[in-house]
C-alpha cells in the first residue's frame, strides 16, 4: 500500500471537495503537524567547551548548521575551574541571545548539587534570565565510602529544592553518572534514588553511556514510564569505543520508543566533537 503524508493528505482532500472546504478551515492541529519538522535534537555543551569558550558564536552556529535545534548548557559559576571559566562573567541575557542569534534555544542546564542545595536562589535567578525550564543537578558526586542513607540525604534535599524550583516555574532533574548503576548494600543505586525522589517533583536524565555497564535506557524509561525528562545519546561498540550514534551496539529504534513511555522530551548528543555530524542523519532518519 503506498503511503502518502499529511499534508499531501490535506492537499487531496480540499481538492476533492471541490474548494468548498478552505484549508483554513480544516483543524489548526494538523496544520501544526504536517509543517512540524523533525523532532528537535540537542547537543550538550561538556564535550565541546574548549571550543566554546574560544569562539562561543561560532562553535554555536557550528553545531546549528549540523542540524541540530538545542544546546544544554553547564553553569558557568558551578563549572568554572572545568571548562565554563570564559562565561562567568557573561550576563545570562547575552549567552542567551548569543545562542539565539545562532538558531538555537536552550531549555536546559546542568548544575553542581551545592548550587541547588547552598545556593538555589542565585541559581533560579540565572535560569531564568537564561530562558531555561529545567534545571538538572548532574548527580550528587558523592564520596566512594557513601552509605546508601548518604544518597537518601542527598536526594531529600534535592526534593526539597525542587519544591521551590517548581514554584518559580522550572523542572528539577537528576543527571545519572555510571556510579549510580553500582550496587550498594545489596541495592542498585539508581533504583534506590528513584524510591526517594518525589515524582512530582524530580525528573530524570538518563545518559545512554551506561550501556557499556550492560544497562538499557529503554528498560528504565519503561521500567518508571513518565518520570524522565531528557536524555543523553552517545553510542559504543561491544569494547567500549565510542562511535556516532547508530554505529554502535544501542537498539536505537527500542530506545526511542521507550522514551515516549519514558516521558522524555529533550533529546542531547553528548560525544567527542567528531562524532556529532554522523550522528544526527541517523536519528532523524528513525
Known amino acids: 500500500m503506498k503511503l502518502i503524508n499529511r499534508r499531501s493528505f490535506i492537499s487531496q482532500t480540499a481538492k476533492a471537495a471541490g474548494g468548498v472546504i478552505a484549508l483554513s478551515q480544516l483543524p489548526k492541529q494538523l496544520f501544526a503537524e504536517a509543517t512540524a519538522s523533525n523532532m528537535p535534537i540537542g547537543f550538550q555543551s ?16 557550528t553545531m546549528a548548521g549540523m542540524g541540530y535545534k538545542l544546546i544544554e548548557m553547564c553553569s558557568p559559576k558551578g563549572y568554572a575551574d572545568i ?38 536562589d542565585e541559581s533560579i535567578e540565572f535560569s531564568q534570565q537564561l530562558g531555561l525550564t529545567q534545571m538538572i543537578c548532574s548527580t550528587f558526586w558523592l564520596p566512594k565510602n557513601s552509605t546508601l542513607n548518604d544518597y537518601y540525604t542527598a536526594a531529600d534535599k534535592l526534593n526539597k529544592a525542587a519544591e521551590k524550583i517548581k514554584k518559580a516555574g522550572l523542572q528539577a532533574g537528576f543527571h545519572n553518572h555510571e556510579f549510580e548503576f553500582a550496587k550498594l548494600e545489596g541495592q542498585l543505586i539508581y533504583d534506590a534514588l528513584m524510591s526517594r525522589f518525589d515524582p512530582g517533583l524530580v525528573k530524570m536524565q538518563f545518559q545512554a553511556e551506561v550501556i557499556n555497564l550492560g544497562y538499557k535506557a529503554s528498560t528504565y ?16 561498540t561491544a569494547d567500549k569505543k565510542e562511535v556516532p550514534v547508530g554505529q554502535g551496539i544501542i537498539d536505537w529504534k527500542e530506545f526511542f520508543a521507550a522514551a515516549k ?3 522524555v522530551k529533550n533529546f542531547f548528543v553528548e560525544m567527542e566533537f567528531d562524532k556529532f555530524k554522523d550522528s544526527l542523519p541517523y536519528i532523524h532518519e528513525l
Request: glycine share 14%; hydrophobic share 35%; aromatic share 14%.
Open 261 to 263: 513511555t519514558g516521558g
Open 46 to 61: 561538556w564535550t565541546v567547551k574548549e571550543m566554546l569558550g574560544k569562539d562561543f558564536p561560532g562553535t554555536l552556529k
Open 83 to 120: 571548562g565554563f571559566g570564559p562565561f562567568v562573567n557573561m550576563k545570562p541575557s547575552d549567552i542567551r541571545s548569543t545562542i539565539t542569534d545562532a538558531g538555537l534555544t536552550c531549555p536546559s542546564c546542568h548544575f553542581g548539587s551545592g548550587e541547588l542545595f547552598d545556593k538555589l
Open 221 to 236: 524509561f519503561n521500567k518508571y514510564p513518565g518520570r524522565f525528562i531528557s536524555a543523553h545519546l552517545s553510542d559504543w
